[in-house]
Structures are given as structure tokens and as C-alpha cells.
């Protein structure tokens, strides 16, 4: 994976509405459509917030369907200070969602 500003990714993870996008992909794809109806965002605005991502190749976006490669952001996060908040903020997230 090409270099990127871990302090960017760190940053687009902590978005209410991308945290809540990872957390809907933790177990598997979703469909752009879903994620904007469970979010209550419209799909642009998706695809807006999670482009950094995206470019980082940590969501990644198959026709419609978008997956999150957690093997690559958990090694982002790994001893990063920040990780054990954003896995916290994301179960947290995932519990409310569900």
C-alpha cells in the first residue's frame, strides 16, 4: 500500500457517518443504496466521505457493493493511541445501530 496520511485516516474514521459506514461493512459488503438508507445520508455524500479511504484502498468499492478491508486498518491503527478508541467508537456505533 502506497504511503498515506495516517493522521487523515485516523480523522475520516472518526466522522459520525463513516464510523457508522464501517461499522454496517464490519461483516461483509453492503450495496451504496443500503448504506445510504441506514445512514440517512444520501449516496454521494457516501462516497464523498469515504474517497480518502477509498484512495487508501481500505473501503473498497466493487460495482455498487463497498467492503471494508479490516486486516489493512487494523495495521494502520496498530499501536496507534488512537486505535483502541476508534474500535471502542465503532462497537459502540454497531451496538446502537443494531
Do not use: Q, W
Not at 438508507?37 to 477509498?54: F, P, Q, S
Not at 462497537?91 to 446502537?96: E, N
Request: aromatic letters at 8%; hydrophobic letters at 40%.
Amino acid at each position: 500500500m502506497a504511503e498515506f496520511d495516517k493522521e487523515k485516516i485516523v480523522e475520516c474514521i472518526f466522522d459520525p457517518d463513516v464510523s457508522a459506514v464501517l461499522a454496517e461493512l464490519e461483516n461483509g459488503g453492503k450495496e451504496l443504496s443500503y448504506l445510504a438508507g441506514k445512514i440517512g445520508v444520501t449516496e454521494d455524500e457516501i462516497n464523498n466521505r469515504l474517497a480518502y479511504l477509498i484512495d487508501c484502498h481500505l473501503v473498497k468499492v466493487e460495482s455498487s457493493i463497498y467492503s471494508v478491508d479490516t486486516e489493512k486498518l487494523a495495521k494502520i491503527m496498530e499501536g496507534d493511541e488512537n486505535y483502541e478508541n476508534v474500535m471502542d467508537g465503532l462497537a459502540k456505533l454497531d451496538s446502537y445501530l443494531n
